[in-house]
């Protein structure tokens, strides 16, 4: 049987209380007083309990733990979002490029951005700041990084017919303007995600995912998902 995935894990979304020695998020190895000896644990979560916003394999491991072993599984996709216009789906994309063990996420323009979306989930996920589209592109081109521009606009193929390359870096533009010319101009190729109602536009947040989510499914070994 594989091991449980989201929709069986039986920790409540509050949290958990102190360590009690039952179960066996913690582990073999326990100390003389019966707590977990092992050093990703963290001595005042064991205490007085964790109520973050983590899986319950993380539960009561340390910050940096949880960020070491993230890193070892971390995917070679990168995903960029412009920030001209203090856009409040950045938080939201932060948080899907974290549960899709995203390499880093790359914000263009605004250093500050909103981060009541990304519900603590930036702790965790590689962020990187760029002041301009020429820094994003130069940085991508030094990586090996090939950029993908998710934009509804004419001449983009259908993301749902194109082969996302590997090594990735999608780019989505603020609500409502989209992709800036440099940023589309600078693109290997541009996609767009199909639609069929009324609306003119995906929210970003959700283009996001969605696109994301299309690379997870040609790339990713969904034998090491949770």
Known sequence: MSDPGPTEWGTPTGGVGPWSGAGSEA?????SC???????YDPVLLAEGDSRNVVDAYRYWTRD??????DRRRHPLHVAIENFGHDANIGSVVRTANAFAAHTVHIVGRRRWNRRGAMVT???????????????????????LTVVAVD??????????TPLPRE??????????????????GAALTVSIAQFGSTRSINAGVAAGIAMHA?????????QAW
Not at 65 to 70: G, L, V
Not at 168 to 185: Q, W
């Open 34 to 40: 019966g707590v977990p000896d092992d050093p990703r």
């Open 168 to 185: 990735c870096l999608l780019v989505f533009g603020s609500e409502g303007p989209g992709i800036t010319d440099d940023l589309r101009a």
């Open 215 to 223: 690379w997870i499914l040609r790339h990713a070994d969904l034998a």
């Open 27 to 31: 582990g073999s190895g326990t100390g």
């Open 65 to 70: 733990a949880i960020i070491a072993d993230i």
């Open 152 to 161: 509804n606009v004419p001449g983009a193929g259908r993301l749902e017919q």
């Open 122 to 144: 930036d702790r965790y996920q590689r962020l990187c700041h760029h002041d301009s589209v020429a820094d994003l592109l130069d940085f991508a081109a030094a990586a090996g």
